[in-house]
């Protein structure tokens, strides 16, 4: 049966076909429990077969529950397989993407206050710990270099340093306080955070990716981009300007995670220009739907205008990595002929491209 405006409807056999072809095995049950959930769109009845009613799924909802099924390989939140939905652009009201959204950012929240609250109980002896003590202490467990919650070293720093300054970030980014920072500091977390290089490498020309005053991150980070500022925009924001944040959020996690990933295999270098973290935005949820509170944060303070210059430079990169795929259907002499009149430079740049697509280093 065909809706005029949706495409052909689907019965609940044409989703469970979808999904064991993509190699993910649902039975008639997980699929009922996951219509409970809001994660899968209801059938609507539309006749009759015989006594037996018939059941059809609007066009599009196999795909949803593809994209449901991969996105629990990583996540069985139900707000998380939701918010991403959403960001799949699948059929998810914008209500319910802003409760879903907001729900992970309070149980980001909820995560770090448990966190402090229980160093504050292991570090107190009759009565647990002050909050400030307990937060420095969690820092510096989280500034070890060793353990299942090591933060990736990209910058050399101390110990000290990097304990410090993961406290600080802690204190602006998940509490939205506004600690004294002095650009020295700033300067330090911009290391810790592995972005450092951006101030003095160049690609291909172009002008340095970080400028201006290091503080600003801290000055912007409270009052824009901090938890609680994500929380509110969200709540205020239209379903338009929901939508944009949507939007330029998949462009951004998309694009500069591929760019990354690129100029990490043409340069050789592991973190070239300081963008080697970004090269997870496209693989960890936390981190994109992150990126929609972020766009959100910054389109109601009006920095739309700014994100969208950021989000237009990283959108061909996905478009280039589709080229360079068409690149490995050509004979390798042929290739190589190609690339005998460049530069050196760009030759050396250009084989440790291919290779990287060849060994599969530019896909998620």
Do not use: C
Request: proline fraction near 6%.
């Amino acid at each position: 049966m065909t809706d005029d405006i949706a495409g052909p409807r689907l019965r609940g056999e044409d989703l469970l076909h979808a999904a064991a072809t993509a190699g993910h095995q649902v039975s008639a049950r997980l699929l009922e429990t996951f219509r409970s959930q809001g994660l899968i769109p209801r059938p609507s009845r539309v006749a009759n077969a015989g006594v037996r009613p018939v059941w059809l799924y609007p066009a599009g909802a196999d795909r949803q529950l593809v994209d449901l099924m991969t996105h629990r390989t990583r996540t069985k939140d139900r707000a998380q397989l939701l918010a991403l939905l959403w960001l799949d652009d699948h059929r998810i009201e914008p209500a319910a993407a802003r409760e879903a959204l907001a729900a992970v950012l309070e149980g980001i929240r909820t995560g770090l206050d448990e966190e402090v609250a229980a160093q504050a109980a292991r570090l107190g002896d009759s009565r647990p710990a002050d909050r400030d003590t307990a937060l420095a202490a969690l820092a510096a467990q989280m500034a070890s270099p060793r353990g299942p919650d090591a933060l990736p070293r990209t910058v050399r720093v101390t110990a000290a340093e990097r304990a410090g300054t993961l406290e600080t970030l802690i204190r602006t980014f998940a509490f939205g306080e506004q600690p004294q920072v002095s650009e020295s500091d700033a300067l330090v977390a911009e290391r810790v955070l592995g972005i450092s290089p951006g101030r003095r490498e160049r690609v291909a020309g172009a002008g340095p990716s970080l400028v201006g005053p290091a503080v600003d991150m801290f000055d912007a980070g409270a009052a824009v981009t901090s938890l609680p500022s994500m929380a509110r925009a969200l709540a205020q924001a239209s379903d338009a300007e929901l939508d944009q944040a949507r939007r330029i959020a998949v462009v951004l996690a998309g694009g500069l995670a591929t760019a990354a990933r690129m100029l990490t295999a043409a340069t050789g270098k592991p973190n070239s220009a300081g963008l080697q973290n970004a090269a997870a935005l496209d693989q960890d949820p936390l981190l994109r739907l992150l990126l929609v509170g972020m766009a959100a944060a910054m389109i109601r303070h009006g920095w739309a205008e700014q994100l969208m210059h950021v989000a237009t430079a990283a959108a061909p990169f996905p478009t280039l990595l589709s080229g360079l795929d068409r690149v490995l259907d050509i004979p390798a002499a042929e290739v190589e002929r190609n690339l005998r009149t460049a530069a050196p430079t760009v030759r050396d740049s250009a084989k440790r491209l291919i290779d990287a697509a060849i060994d599969g280093r530019l896909r998620p």
